[in-house]
Every structure is written in structure tokens, then in C-alpha cells.
């Protein structure tokens, strides 16, 4: 693929920065010193200056496809002379049930019914309704609490900051967040499991923590409890081995339903189309965004066993089941770029590609464990985080950031957080951009203090 047409791109020092408030950014020490893409193709992100970086983290974990895949732009470009926007209240339209029909034919065997949203905050906001709907249709709306962990993000809406367990972003709304959330222990045991390759083995009894909030609350008040299969944006933090098998079972014995947040993990992040296949491990209801639409136009989507619909589908007929969607739910351009990505999944293979790479890509990150500072290294699937010490009385910025912003400047765009590197390449990696990764990290760790 050729790099993209540079003509009319302006450089940084062109560009009027002052009236875009970025989300989940420093804007002021960013402004300052700012990092600006302006192309992308396949492997690779381009700067206004024409370098070339390889990108390490899909974008936000979700460039699954990799970029400028024609077949997406044909795809989005059809549709938007076809029909732009089309109501999905009390109104159909051919592209989101085509496109419902076939996302029901990757997922594991009985997810069969698809709630649309346009994010993965609004996915899990969306999951955690119908959990309440479900309780509630089923003569149990006194199961209301809703269970998280710490250390887990389940995006920004005021239901996933919540039941997530990331400090900064619930410490600046706390008084707002919904009631009747605990957490469970997040399962980050650098201790016992420092350098684990895969799933690390200690730490399958924090799942039983879920067994004292039970004692504590009462099982029969807890609606749903929900996780992230891996922990992603709290720096990949793997499930120990048996983990997620026993939040099932201690979820089954009362009647908990179990939300698996596949934001991250869903559409081949871990070498299996979905985390509850590569784990073994069957959620009842589970969230995705990001890779559904290769990241390129905003959408998300909850699916759920069909018991979980079919048991709102009781009231009578002319009854709205639930209570809930959105504008954009199913828009048709979304889902028209959906199409064409699982298009290209299905013939690239790529819901699964991650397995055959998996190995090479441990082994890649796992020699990296000598380098300065470096307190643990984690993979699975096709994700890896490098974590690092942090600097003395816990000095800002973190290794973590001077990393990320070294290795950009050197050709390779990772994401960081707190005291980690997370990764997350395109799922079409080569051995090549393996190793160009892994040795721009080596060199750029060797000059951090
Ligand atoms: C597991 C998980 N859930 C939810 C979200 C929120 O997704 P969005 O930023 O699309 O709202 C994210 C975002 O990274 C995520 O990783």
C-alpha cells in the first residue's frame, strides 16, 4: 500500500489547537507538544511530516483490519448514496438487519439477538438495562446491585464509571455514580505472577470475593455482575487460570447473571472471534464496539442468549419491551462498515489469526523483560503490556508516558497507562512489525532514567 497523498496536509505549527478539548488527554502539556497524524494504511500511521509509524495499538484497540481498507470505504461510500440515515424507532432498514443477521453467525453458539448502540460506554450502559429488564420481566426486580471490579473500565456513561474501577475516573464524580454498585478485587498480583506468560497461575480464589459480597448484600439483590475478560485499559491485567470459570459458577448458584465487556477482546483480539471462547467460558449477556466496524465509523453492539430477549417479549404486542435506544442505533453507514469488515474477517481470517501468532508474539515482548525498569511483562492473544517501575514518590509524567512518547518519535505508536505500555497491533501483523516494535521499545527503555 503507498503512503497517503500528503498534498494540502498541514504541519503541527499550522493548526489552531486552541478550541478542541481532547478527551482523556493532558491538553495543555499535549498543546504544547503536540503528536498529529494525519494518514493511515494498513500497518502503518503517517505524521504531517511524512513519517511513517507503525501502529502498535489499532488506534484504540480497534483497527482490528487494519487501515484504508478499500472494501470499507466502497463499502461506507455506497451507502451513504444509498440511504444516509433512516430512524430505527418503529422503523426499519435493510442494512442493520442484514447486518444483525450476520454478526449472530460469528458469535459463539446462542447469542443470537443484537441491541445496537454507537460505543462501548453505551454498550455496557445498555447491557446493564437489560440485565435490570430481565430481573424485572422475570418477577425479580429486587435484584438491583450491579457488581464490577476494581481496575475495571467499562467506559464513561455514569452506569460503566460506576461498576469500573479506574480511581481517576470515578474520583472527580463519585457523589454522582449510581448506587447500589460494590466491586470485586481487581486480580494484578505482580508479586506471585510478575513475568507470567498467558494466564498466570496464582489468584483463581479473588472470583471467590464474589461469594462474600453475596454474604454481605444478598444474593437474591444482585442483578448482573460485569468484567472485562482481560483488563485492558488498566494495562492488560490477564485472568489467573480458573478465574472466570469460577465468577460462572459462583454466578449460576445465584441466579447472577454474568456481562462479559468484550469491547477489547471481541472481533479476534485474542486469537478466538470472541474472549468467551478463548476462555471457555459463557457469559450470559457481552459488550463489544471498536472492532466491530474496524474503528471506522462509531459503533457498538450487546448480544445476549436469546432467553434473555425472549423473556421481555411477554407483555402485550403493542408494548415497547424496552425502554431504551438510541438515534443512531443500527445507523445504516455504521452497519454498512460492519458489513464490509466482516467480510474481510471472514476471508483474511482474522477472527482467529492471533492464535497462529500468539507464540512469536510472547516470545517477542517477553525478551524485553531485561530492560531497565521493567517489573513485569504480560501477553495474551494478541495483547501485551510492559510495566514499569514507577519513578520515586510516584513523580509525574511516568516512565510509562516518556516510553510512548519516545517510541512515537522513533516509528511505533503505543498506548500507555499509569506505569504501563499497553499493545494491541492491527490483527494483520507480520513478523516484520513484531520485531520493529519489540526493538524500538528495547531502545528507547535503554534511555529512559
Ligand atoms: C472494556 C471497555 N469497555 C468500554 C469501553 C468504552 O468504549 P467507548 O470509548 O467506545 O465508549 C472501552 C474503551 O476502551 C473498553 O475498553
Redesign the pocket.
Known sequence: MNAPDRAGIRQASEIDMSSWWMPFTANRQFKASPRIISGARGMYYYTPDGREVVDASAG??CVNAGHARQEIVDAVTAQLGTLDYAPGFNMGHPVAFEFASKLVEVTPPGFDKVFFTN???ES?DTALKIALAYHRARGEGHRTRLIGRERG????GFG?MAVGGIVSNRRMFANSLIPNCDHLPHTHDLARNAFSRGQPEHGVEFADELERLVALHGGDTIAAVIV?PVA??AGVLVPPKGYLQRLRSICDKHGILLVF?E??TGFGRLGAPFASQYFGVEPDLF?T??GITNGVVPL?AVFMKGAIHDALMTGPEPMIELFHGYTYSGHPVACAAGLATLEIYGREKLLTRGAGLEQEWADALHSLRDCPNVVDVRNLGIMGAIELAPKAGGAQPSRAYEAMVGTFEAGVLMRYTGDTLALSPPLILEREHIDRIVETIRKVLAGIA
Do not use: F, P, Q, R
Open positions: 484504540l484497540w460505543s462501548g460506554s455496557v473500565y467499562h467506559g464513561v460503566g472485562e485492558g485499559s465487556d469491547v477489547i459488550t464496539a471498536k457498538g
